[in-house]
């Protein structure tokens, strides 16, 4: 019979992933860019997190409907989710030595540039916000670390036995923590306006210079967890 899980022992499952997907240099460098255009706006930013949460809601909807058909979980070991850890742990691993096995000319931010940075014309106000969604929905598509660490939380949470009422804050909340490098820049702007913008720069130059480093430390780290994790429930 299966045993439905408690939520907080669902959340502390699911919501350290989460975070470990929200660690991403590409999405948050994309989002930079994409303000840092002349005369972004706002809607510049809530458009590239539109695209970039189209791909979140893609991927937590196809891992809740796969992992929906998988056995529900049981007390004691769980083979199925083990197996599910354990993979992933390793394409992290895969991952993780790909980065830094990688030329130093790939190794700036892949965003790239998109828009090109010397548009300056009148022509900013018509197909920037189209672009900038795309900008985002690619970004984010392309994000394989965030992807590999949303799946087993999709996972719990589709076999965790909670009612559909507690199981949908959660699916929001690790939607939303997956969004936050490219829901924080247009929210700091909003808020801080100027300072903000100067902050982000900041930030962003400092991304840029360990984007390789950082990519690579979050692989190798939730490989850790995943594994351990996976091992935990054989």
């Known amino acids: ?15 350290p992933l989460a975070l470990g997907a929200a660690v ?8 930079l860019f994409n303000l840092s255009q002349p005369g972004a706006g706002l809607r510049r930013g809530w458009s590239f997190a539109a695209g970039s949460a189209v791909v979140v809601t893609i991927w937590l909807g196809l891992g809740l409907l796969v992992a929906g058909v998988l056995p529900p979980r049981h007390a004691g070991p769980d083979p199925v989710s083990a197996a599910v850890r354990l993979m992933l742990a390793l394409v992290l691993v895969a991952l993780g030595v790909w ?21 300056k014309t009148p022509s900013t106000s ?9 900008l985002g929905l690619g970004t984010m598509a392309a994000n394989l670390t965030s992807l590999v660490l949303v799946l087993p939380a999709s996972e719990d949470l589709a076999r965790s036995g909670l009612p559909r009422g507690l199981q949908a804050p959660l699916v929001l909340a ?8 490219a829901l924080a820049p247009p929210m700091a702007v909003t808020l801080a306006g100027a300072p ?3 902050a982000l720069k900041q930030l962003g130059d400092w991304t840029k210079a360990h984007q390789r ?22």
């Open 1 to 15: 019979m299966a045993t439905p899980s408690s939520f907080p022992a669902v959340a502390l499952e699911v919501l």
């Open 24 to 31: 991403s240099p590409l999405v948050l460098l994309g989002q």
């Open 99 to 119: 980065i830094l096995n990688r030329s130093a000319s790939p190794g700036g931010p892949s965003t790239g540039p998109v828009v090109p940075p010397t548009a």
């Open 126 to 134: 018509g197909h920037p916000p189209g672009r900038a969604f795309l």
């Open 174 to 181: 690790v939607g939303l923590i997956t969004l936050l490098p």
């Open 196 to 198: 903000g913008r100067l």
């Open 213 to 234: 480093s950082i990519n690579a430390t979050l692989c190798f780290l939730f490989a850790l967890v995943l594994g351990w994790s996976g091992l935990g429930r054989l």
